[in-house]
C-alpha cells in the first residue's frame, strides 16, 4: 500500500511539473502487481487511465524544499577550549643544617642525629688539644690522632660528647639549586651512556628532576 501510495505521489509531481502530461496509466500485470508510469501499459497488462490536474488547485501552496543547517561560523575572538596542564611534582623535602662540630652549613634530606665528638673540638676543657688528650708525662700526640676519637669508657672520660647539628627546612631557593645540580649530573651521565639499560633509568629520572624543576620557574 505504501508503494502505491508512494507511486502517485511520484506521478502527480511529474504530471504537475510536466504541464502537458495530464494522465497517468495504471498497470496492472497478470500475478496483480501494479506500477503507475506516463505511458501506456505494456501489451497484455490491464491498463487503467487516472486523471491528474496539470495544475495545482486554487489556494494549493507546495511542500517547503528540505534544508541542511549549516553549523554557524566559529567565532574568532571566541576563547579556544582550555588544556589541562597537570601540576609539577613537589621539590623534595630538605633541610639546612650546620655542623655542630665545624660550624659548615650544609643541605640534607634528613636531619642526622646526634653523634660523639671531641670535647677538645668543642671547646672544652680550655686547653690545647694535645694537653687534652695526650698521655700523662708524654710528649702529646701527633695531628693525625686528634682526629681519632677514643673509644671505652664514659664518654667524659673518653674525651667526647653528644652534640646535635642544629638544622631548620631549607628555603626554595637552595632546594631547587640542589635539584640543578641532580639534573646537571644525571644529564651528564645520560649523555654518556651506551647501553639501553642504563639509559632508561636516567631518562627517568630527568624527566622526573625536569618536573620537580617546573616548580622553580
Known amino acids: 500500500m505504501k508503494g502505491v501510495l508512494a507511486a502517485i505521489v511520484v506521478m502527480t509531481c511529474v504530471a504537475w511539473c510536466a504541464g502537458a502530461r495530464a494522465q497517468v496509466y495504471r498497470c496492472m500485470t497478470s500475478g496483480g502487481s501494479v506500477a503507475y508510469q506516463d505511458r501506456p501499459c505494456a501489451q497484455g497488462q490491464r491498463q487503467t487511465v487516472v486523471d491528474v490536474p496539470s495544475r495545482a488547485p486554487p489556494g494549493d501552496v507546495p511542500p517547503p524544499v528540505a534544508t541542511v543547517a549549516t553549523p554557524p561560523a566559529a567565532d574568532a575572538n571566541a576563547a579556544s577550549p582550555a588544556v589541562y596542564v597537570p601540576p609539577p611534582s613537589p621539590l623534595p623535602v630538605m633541610y639546612a643544617c650546620v655542623?655542630?662540630?665545624?660550624?659548615?652549613?650544609?643541605?640534607?634530606?634528613?636531619?642526622?642525629?646526634?653523634?660523639?665528638?671531641?670535647?677538645?673540638?668543642?671547646?672544652?676543657?680550655?686547653?690545647?688539644?694535645?694537653r687534652a688528650y695526650g698521655a700523662p708525662g708524654g710528649a702529646g700526640m701527633s695531628a693525625p690522632e686528634l682526629s681519632k676519637p677514643r673509644i671505652g669508657g664514659p664518654r667524659i672520660a673518653a674525651g667526647m660528647t653528644e652534640v646535635e647539628?642544629?638544622?631548620?627546612?631549607?628555603?626554595?631557593?637552595?632546594?631547587?639549586?640542589?635539584?640543578?645540580?641532580?639534573?646537571?649530573?644525571?644529564?651528564?651521565?645520560?649523555?654518556?651512556?651506551?647501553?639501553?639499560?642504563?639509559?632508561?633509568?636516567?631518562?627517568?629520572?630527568?624527566q622526573e628532576l625536569q618536573d620537580q624543576l617546573r616548580n622553580c620557574r
Open 165 to 206: 647539628d642544629s638544622c631548620a627546612p631549607a628555603p626554595q631557593a637552595e632546594v631547587c639549586a640542589f635539584v640543578q645540580r641532580e639534573y646537571d649530573d644525571n644529564h651528564r651521565k645520560l649523555r654518556m651512556a651506551v647501553l639501553p639499560r642504563e639509559q632508561e633509568p636516567l631518562q627517568q629520572r630527568e
Open 99 to 130: 655542623g655542630a662540630v665545624n660550624g659548615k652549613r650544609y643541605l640534607t634530606r634528613s636531619p642526622p642525629p646526634p653523634y660523639l665528638a671531641p670535647l677538645g673540638a668543642m671547646g672544652w676543657p680550655p686547653q690545647t688539644l694535645s
